[in-house]
């Protein structure tokens, strides 16, 4: 094979590659001769070749199933992917209003103890800090030189990474959170309604 059709070949394999890679469900042999404009000859090479180097090399491979060709993980990876796969189910954080609530002010006044986040909402917070606790969203920060030394609550990294933040100072200020609640008074009803 001259090196202008394996430059050809490379690219074709590339494009076959990055269309099972998007695609949701199993693409056929037809629908990507259509998608790519090649002879079904080169389009089964291309799938030959792919999955001859996905086979020696990666941590994926393509499958024939259900009538066309589908990017799957290696089965030998099994294990690592169904472990993590279960570590970010675990990772994700839903919350309810309160907490939302309580995160906010815990944000916005830290180190705050839990009578000041009372104070704050008007409400008991017990059961919403123990989440935001449990969510890795929020830790203890020592104790308040104060009467019975409460303790301090402080957000943590995995609020940033939640959050998208860089740092505490990326916050918006309560001046821009009070303008975008003016210009757009439905956010309010994006949380959920449920208790702590």
Known sequence: MKPRDNQRYDMLMRQIEALLFVSPQPVSESELRDALGQS?????????RLKSLCDEERGVTILKLAGGWQMVTAPDLE???AEFQGRMISQRVRLSKAAFE?????AYNQPVTR???EDIRN???DRVVDTLLKHGLVRTAGRKKSVGNPLLYRTTDRFLEVFGLDSIA???TLEELQDTYIKNPATEDKWSE???
Do not use: F, Y
């Open 102 to 106: 309580t995160l906010a002010v815990i």
């Open 170 to 172: 990326s916050l918006p």
């Open 194 to 196: 449920s208790d702590e």
């Open 40 to 48: 079904a000859q080169a389009i089964s090479n291309g799938i030959a």
């Open 123 to 125: 409400v008991r917070c």
């Open 115 to 117: 009578g000041e986040m």
């Open 79 to 81: 294990s690592t992917v």
